[in-house]
């Protein structure tokens, strides 16, 4: 009896000197992981000493933004979560999630007659999404020995979707060597073609899948492989630069034959003067000068049937200037296409057509 009594004044003394227990808050599941448009429960589970009716709040942290918002505060649902969530004690029910549900929840539970007063935990809420039909780009067609790159992208599933692609309905398999014509990335959704051959021409499909729902493929679209005519490219390459070749000489002989003169030589300049105007006025806008009263020529109204003209007011690059003394009339004459484009207008192709020689001398 002596040792009881010696013993409990320490027992009592151990007691009063004893840690306060806190409040306990914890959860089942801390990882929550439902399809969109599925309910979600985000448990929430809680202990205290003496407080039996704490202040129980849910807040929510969003992923993009971080921003901190209300989901259950005095005893009501805030913002969006008002009329579609429940409270079963202090564990929340969600009502058909979507991708703007998902984020990272606190469960606080405030006890103020404990001795410590607050309490939480931590839910994040993951919202699947299954895949939809991907979108695929095929080429219609496509020559042999090309790169080419056939793309499959489906951006709404979650997790991100895997990609499998098919031929003829029936699966590409990965190329197993690194001497393969063909790579395959799953997670990009590109089957890439390193050099196409003609046994590549085909329907081609795509398939989308990511564990969540049924997988999903996109409509199959046909691609044609056509042969490169090397012959056709080789004699079209032969051909202009015998083109170039021919204008070339025959510029340099009408330089040297005279047919170019920069004036009047003598007792023929006015012959001269005739050639050398008929010769690049058929290349240059020519207008005859409204003073004039000569007639026009018979084949182009536009320049003057006479021995005694000259052309003008030519471009600074390419200024040759004709004069005769006995001329009475003027034309304004300017060049409106380069060499490379004569070639491409019509005009300059008939022309070419009919006489070769003076197109050559204009690209001289």
Known sequence: MEGTSLYLPIVILLMQCSPSVPVTVKTARHMVEVEEFSDAVLSCQF??????????????????????????????????????ATINGATVTLHKVTQEDAGEYRCEISASLDPVTLGETNVTLNVLVPPQTPSCEVPASAVTGSAVQLRCRDQ????????????DNKPISPPRHANATYLINSHTGILEFKSLAKEDSGRYSCLASNGVGSPKMCVGK?????????????GAVVVVCLLLLVC???????????????????????????RSCLIWCAYWLCVSDP???TPPHPKNPRISNTHNHSCSEEPPLLQRTVTSPSSSS?????????????????INLLIFQKNPFFFCSFLW
Not at 156 to 167: E, I, L
Not at 330 to 346: A, E, N, T, Y
């Open 47 to 84: 202990h205290t000493e003496v407080d039996q009716n704490p202040r129980i709040e849910w807040k929510k942290k969003t992923k993009e933004t971080q921003e901190v918002s209300f989901v259950y505060f005095e005893g009501r649902f805030k913002g969006p979560f008002e009329g579609r």
């Open 222 to 234: 046909h691609m044609t492989i056509e042969d490169v005519n090397v012959t056709m490219i080789v």
């Open 291 to 293: 003073t004039s009263t």
């Open 248 to 274: 070339g000489c025959g510029g340099m002989l009408l330089h040297r034959n005279g047919l170019l003169t920069q004036g009047p030589r003598g007792s023929g300049a006015g012959h001269e003067s005739e």
């Open 330 to 346: 003027h034309m304004r004459c300017q060049l409106q296409i380069r060499i490379f484009p004569c070639f491409l207008s019509p």
């Open 156 to 167: 709404q599933s979650v997790p991100p979707a895997t990609y499998s692609w098919f031929k």
